[in-house]
């Protein structure tokens, strides 16, 4: 091959993947996360979502009302942010006190009385949540449950060491602690093992687990001082922050994992690495072999964010970007 035939094919290459803005969406001002299902993409802001056609990128409408009477979403501003998630045909959302159904175009259908603090999501035919677990402890410990399909026999199935209530404190960045739903098994990212997913069946069943030696990255100052500016300046969070400011404390490593997702047959998992301003990707089999290794922008989460806004959805990696210079949220794609 001639050395221009080579830059041509490498030319051909590179654009194939190339990161591509494909929508300016005009409605959202600070999204908190993003869900793709039921042939829609849904972004939610506070106890709005906006829903987006995946094929056209039209917007279709707005859903969300705030209250406590049926239908309506209540949210509890120092429980993280709210996702729609999509499931069947179905959207939900797991509100204060409640998990909420609504129809794939946002019309609500029915909702389930629930713990005030705990969070579900649907899970194969049934549904997991994460709450806390005291048993047996002076402070109670994030853990997750599975349940039967009408929200009964609630089963704890993986109890974290992370510690919950007024006396916890903040140590910051997080325990990646981050359960994915895929077909009928439930994969559950737990840095305070290290590099550790352990996989579940819709039982409650550990099946398998995922371990990878690692060595891992300092927490830097640039990362303390971002942490600390988003403290500072959430809403929810700012007037108390001087307050609570002493109970803020930093480890000395970022977790292995930043977040997890299982699409199309396969696991991505993205690290703590990054190279030229870009996270790490690992891509797996099921049995949690890598076969392949991205690098996708993929934020930096800072303070209480917990939702990255990105995720992968049949093979094709979506993410929100704010443009500060038009004042707009932009969603960018690339295929995987």
Not at 71 to 82: C, M, T, V, W, Y
Not at 114 to 125: E, H, L, M, R
Not at 183 to 192: E, F, G, P, S
Not at 224 to 230: A, G, I, K, V
Request: charged residues 25%.
């Amino acid at each position: 091959m001639t050395a221009l035939a080579l830059l041509l094919v490498t030319a051909v290459l590179s654009a194939a993947v190339q990161e591509e803005m494909i929508v300016g969406l005009h409605q959202l001002n600070r999204p908190d996360s993003i869900s793709v299902g039921n042939g829609y993409i849904y972004i939610m802001e506070g106890i709005t979502t906006c829903i987006y056609d995946l094929e056209s990128l039209e917007f279709v409408k707005t859903f969300g009302r705030e209250g406590a009477g049926p239908g309506e979403i209540k949210r509890n501003p120092f429980a993280g942010d709210l996702t729609a998630v999509p499931h069947r045909g179905k959207v939900y959302i797991s509100s204060m006190g409640k998990l909420l159904v609504f129809s794939r175009e946002g019309d609500f259908l029915k909702e389930y009385k629930t713990d005030v603090q705990a969070s579900y999501s649907p899970f194969a035919d049934r549904f997991f949540l994460i709450d806390t677990y005291g048993e047996g402890r002076e402070i109670p410990v994030l853990t997750i449950f599975v349940t039967n399909p009408d929200l009964g026999d609630k089963k704890p199935v993986h109890i974290t060491a992370i510690e919950t209530g007024l006396n916890s404190g903040f140590d910051l960045p997080w325990t990646t602690f981050d359960p994915v739903a895929y077909r009928d098994r439930l994969y559950v990212a737990d840095t305070q093992r290290g590099f550790s997913i352990h996989i579940y069946d819709k039982y409650g069943k550990e099946i398998d687990r995922i371990y990878k030696e690692r060595t891992p990255r300092k927490v830097g100052p640039e990362y303390r001082e971002n942490t600390l500016h988003w403290f500072k300046t959430h809403p929810a969070w700012k007037n108390i922050f001087p307050r609570i400011q002493d109970q803020i404390t930093f480890k000395t490593y970022h977790p292995p994992i930043h977040s997890l997702f299982v699409d199309s047959g396969k696991i991505y998992v993205f690290t703590d690495r990054r190279k030229n301003g870009l996270r790490e990707c690992l891509v797996m089999n099921l049995k949690g072999e890598e076969f392949a290794t991205r690098y996708l922008a993929a934020e930096e989460l800072y303070g209480m964010d917990f939702i990255p806004l990105h995720l992968i959805h049949q093979g094709i990696f979506y993410r929100l970007v704010e443009n500060i210079e038009r004042e707009i949220w932009e969603l960018y794609r690339i295929p995987l």
